[in-house]
């Protein structure tokens, strides 16, 4: 099983930190990319081509509440 290890994520992270004083929300970021490179990275594909496909349509938030759902076992 292959690990995910995605370089967008630490380049992600490099951006975010680049741009300004890092906050709690860079820090959140940070512990979930490291997360993510913990978990399969077939998985984490899934997941990433799911969100690029409609994070432009939907919005970041919309998404990331259809996941939270998802994780809370209600119905989406």
């Not at 709690?24 to 512990?31: G, K, R």
Request: hydrophobic share 45%; charged share 25%; net charge positive.
């Amino acid at each position: 099983m292959q690990m995910c290890g995605v370089a967008n994520l630490e380049q992600m992270r490099i951006m975010a930190s680049s741009v300004g004083e890092k906050n709690s929300f860079d820090e959140a970021a940070a512990v979930a990319a490291e997360e993510l490179k913990k978990l399969p990275a077939e998985q984490v594909k899934v997941v990433a081509d799911w969100w690029a496909k409609y994070y432009m349509s939907a919005g970041h938030k919309r998404l990331g509440r259809l996941l939270v759902a998802i994780s809370k076992g209600k119905p989406i």
